[in-house]
């Protein structure tokens, strides 16, 4: 795969808080928000699952949940999860090499200028990004670019953002702590607020692209699109 033109990700506040305490988010991750795997699986690949040697991202991956669940059921399929904080992946690279998973692998990268060709990815899975992510248009513009014709792209997001908020307050609690207790000079303790999107605005954003097929869903605490690019 050759790369796109990069753009540096940002170092944010969030980004400071996800590499100062990676261990929050990636528990909140794994043991309190809502698990779609088989959501996932379900929608990317109705059909029965994918074939062997298809490249799946995911992006704004964290921990990799979804990247090792789909590594585990999928052996023969190549999984790329894609974040920039430096410590989740770190995170994510240990449990990927803890449960021996050769095709799962972790990228640095910004979502906004992905170093992959177009049409050179299968399937991409979106879970949350958008919550701690404001470009959200132009992450989409690069789902849609590096999907092959007949791809699709997988997006959940809350709907609640009490929930929502969850592991930043959690993280910006002990960001106050350290600094109360000299652990920190909290230089970089300031972020932008979590933020979702409403019906309208979530739908707005998947029909942002000139996608094939788009099919959206909802329930009590998410929302779901699952896009197609034109064969």
Do not use: K, N
């Amino acid at each position: 795969m050759t790369s796109a033109a990069r753009v540096p990700p940002r170092v944010d506040g969030h980004a400071c808080l996800f590499e100062r305490y990676p261990a929050v988010y990636a528990f909140c991750r794994e043991h309190l928000f809502r698990d779609d795997t088989e959501r996932i699986c379900q929608e990317l690949w109705p059909d029965g699952g994918p074939s062997d040697g298809v490249v799946v991202l995911e992006l704004g991956c964290g921990p990799g949940l979804y990247a090792r669940r789909l590594a585990q059921r999928f052996p023969a399929v190549q999984v790329i999860g894609v974040d920039h904080s430096v410590a989740q992946l770190r995170r994510a690279r240990r449990a990927a090499m803890a449960l021996q998973l050769p095709g799962c692998s972790f990228l640095e990268a910004d979502v906004r200028a992905l170093p992959f060709a177009d049409g050179s990815v299968d399937a991409v899975v979106v879970a949350r990004l958008f919550t701690v992510l404001h470009e959200r248009t132009a992450a989409v513009h690069e789902i849609h670019r590096v999907l092959r014709p007949g791809g699709r792209v997988f997006v959940a997001e809350p709907l609640s953002l009490r929930r929502a908020a969850l592991p930043m307050a959690a993280m910006r609690l002990l960001d106050r702590a350290a600094v109360l207790t000299g652990r920190s000079s909290g230089h970089q303790a300031g972020c932008q607020a979590v933020s979702v999107m409403d019906r309208q605005a979530f739908s707005a954003l998947a029909y942002s692209q000139p996608w094939a097929r788009v099919r959206r869903s909802a329930d009590r605490w998410y929302q779901y699109a699952v896009c197609e690019r034109a064969a």
